[in-house]
């Protein structure tokens, strides 16, 4: 994997999904679990930042009043009952842990639903840098990481899901989505497997 032609999607990285008081902080059974996520997340950033890998975060937000959702089922309902995600708001905002890296992180707006790549430029941000390779971290496992990664894997790039920088709602879930639905589109590996690869070829 080669750090030039490789994007590193950082999905719904939010204080409604990571912080204790999120609105959605519940969806995730296991607090440890979006813990571990963050820690292996944040362990990846730093390992390469100096290089030229494109780091993205993407978030899901909606106006105070969700108009975007119409007659919403599922997650998204879940999203509009809680009150989640919303634009301006606290919960909505994202995660203090990546905001120390500035720049860094390009954030592409636009996400309302399952899919990063509906409704935001992201295909063209990635078209526009020669990206070949994405790399996929976030929340939550079954629903936006598994939707993204099929969206990118049709687009024609190659998709890797970093199993432990992914959260399930259970870890029944995270388990059953790394171990038999990511593989089949995906390549899966750990954080440290992927910077080994990208920084060492190995």
Do not use: W
């Amino acid at each position: 994997m080669d750090a030039n032609t490789t994007a590193i999607l950082l999905v719904g990285y939010q204080n409604d999904y990571f912080s204790p008081d999120g609105a959605l902080h519940a969806v995730i059974e296991k607090p440890a679990q979006v813990t571990h996520t963050l820690d292996n997340t944040l362990f990846m950033i730093d390992a390469l930042a100096a290089t030229r890998a494109l780091m993205i975060t993407t978030p899901i937000l909606f106006t105070p009043a969700y108009e975007e959702l119409i007659e919403p089922v599922g997650i998204l309902r879940t999203i509009r009952d809680a009150g989640a995600f919303r634009a301006g708001s606290t919960g909505g905002a994202t995660i203090p842990e990546l905001l120390r890296y500035g720049d860094r992180l390009l954030e592409v707006p636009g996400k309302r639903g399952l899919n990063a790549f509906s409704n935001t430029e992201l295909d063209e941000v990635l078209a526009a840098r020669a990206i070949t390779d994405v790399v996929l971290c976030g929340v939550v496992a079954s629903i936006c990481i598994d939707s993204t990664g099929r969206a990118a894997f049709e687009r024609g790039y190659r998709v890797t899901v970093l199993s432990d920088c992914v959260s399930g709602r259970t870890l029944v879930e995270q388990d059953f989505y790394v171990t038999q639905i990511y593989p089949l589109y995906a390549r899966v590996m750990t954080s440290r497997e992927m910077v080994g690869e990208m920084l060492h070829g190995r």
